[in-house]
């Protein structure tokens, strides 16, 4: 069975809602993950992605942050507890069992300034993820993780790597942390596919024509563990909606898995 897996930073929920609406009828993914959903609980529109035929999982707070799962399948909860470190009614993770796959998404502290508490918070955020994986799976068994990481982990997934090395989203104590996650068992999905530079998911909204001259970084993720990356057939990322009116400055990247019956719910 083909399982399609997207992720989107929608920088607001309401803002993006029918373009998320229209490319969810064209596209059709199983799952989409989303994040700055920005919205409280109850704002959530759920009722108009239950009529498309998606289920909703989310958990938002007022005007910044916010996570969310659309399913084309049953979900259950899984739990997201990270250290007592974490601001309280922080709607930044949410996961779910879907099709027997453990699915997390998360959405990772920009970080502001190297030199800033928001900085260290990031890293301090990023480590515990690690305590997290460790506590409630195994690196041998299913498991897949994406998101916003808010970090370009390789020279090859930021336009100007010379220049931007040293900055928030790309910096060495950045990638010494993520690396630290993905070491506890996790392969970058979209990489096994497109090894070769270029392929952002991340526009700055104030760089002029960044879209047009491919000014971008890569900060939006799908890894997963051996035995589902393993099934992995193929991993993209569609440019088209950053190109149109009013978008995120984000957009989709989303990945295929031919799961075995071993997998299948």
């Known amino acids: ?12 929920i309401r803002a993006r809602k029918e373009a998320l609406l229209d490319w969810l009828s064209i596209n059709r993914p199983d799952v989409i993950c989303l994040q700055e959903t920005k919205v409280m609980d109850h704002d ?22 916010g996570v969310a799962i659309l399913s084309l399948h049953p979900m259950k909860p899984l739990a997201t507890e ?10 930044r993770m949410i996961a779910a069992l879907i099709q027997n ?37 195994k690196p041998d068994e299913p498991l897949l993780w994406t998101g916003d990481f808010n970090v370009a982990p390789e020279t090859i997934d930021v336009h100007n790597p010379k220049r931007l090395l040293g900055h928030v989203g790309f910096h060495p104590e950045e990638h010494k942390v993520l690396d630290y996650v993905r070491e506890w068992g996790f392969q ?6 497109q090894p070769e530079g270029g392929h952002f998911t991340f526009w700055d909204y104030r760089v002029p024509k960044g879209v047009e001259k491919n000014l971008g970084w890569r900060i939006d993720h799908i890894w997963a563990t051996a035995p589902l990356a393993n099934c992995s057939t193929r991993a993209w990322i569609d440019i088209e909606p950053r190109k149109r009116e009013k978008p995120s400055d984000h957009t989709f990247i989303l990945a295929e898995f031919d799961l075995p019956d071993a997998f299948k719910g």
């Open 188 to 193: 970058d999905v979209f990489r096994l596919h």
């Open 44 to 65: 959530f529109p759920a009722a108009d992605f239950e009529q498309a035929g998606y289920q909703c999982l989310y958990k938002g707070q007022k005007s910044y942050n």
């Open 82 to 91: 990270l250290g007592a470190f974490t601001e309280p009614g922080e709607a």
């Open 101 to 137: 796959i453990p699915i997390v998404n998360t959405y990772i502290p920009q970080g502001f300034a190297p030199d800033s508490a928001k900085f260290s918070y990031k890293l301090a955020w990023i480590r515990e993820l690690r305590h997290y994986f460790e506590r409630n799976f």
């Open 1 to 12: 069975m083909l399982f399609k897996v997207a992720s989107f930073n929608v920088n607001s």
